[in-house]
Nanobody, 121 residues
Framework: QVQLVESGGGLVQAGESLKLSCKAS????????MGWFRQAPGKEPEGVSC???????TSYNTQKGRFTISRDNAKNLLYLQLNNVKPEDTAVYYC???????????????RGPGTQVTVSS
């Protein structure tokens, strides 16, 4: 059974940094592209960043260079470093696994329940 579990969310002030983690189990982590998405209240989910199993990283407009994705294949962990956060970054952030990176959440076969990030001004 595949499980993705995010952690590291919380309440932070604008301008601060935060690091999210995603622990994967039940799948061959190295074989999957791993991505981060976010969903704000009342909005559709949007892609944040994705790292292919070959190391290629795709970052989407949502983060504008402030977020960094990384992965530790030995530990089945995916990370998202959020820097200089803004109130508009407030959302549930979730990780997802697919064979190939995509900006579309529907392309990802597995996803976690998410972790809430709230940014105060």
């Amino acid at each position: 059974q595949v499980q993705l579990v995010e952690s590291g969310g919380g309440l932070v002030q604008a301008g601060e940094s935060l690091k999210l983690s995603c622990k994967a189990s039940g799948l061959t982590f190295d074989d999957y592209a791993m991505g981060w998405f976010r969903q704000a209240p009342g909005k559709e989910p949007e892609g944040v960043s994705c790292r292919q199993d070959n190391g290629i990283i795709t970052s989407y407009n949502t983060q504008k260079g402030r977020f960094t994705i990384s992965r530790d294949n030995a530990k089945n962990l995916l990370y998202l470093q959020l820097n200089n956060v803004k109130p508009e970054d407030t959302a549930v952030y979730y990780c997802a696994a697919a064979r190939y990176c995509s900006e579309l959440p529907a392309e990802f076969r597995y996803r976690g329940p998410g972790t809430q990030v709230t940014v105060s001004s």
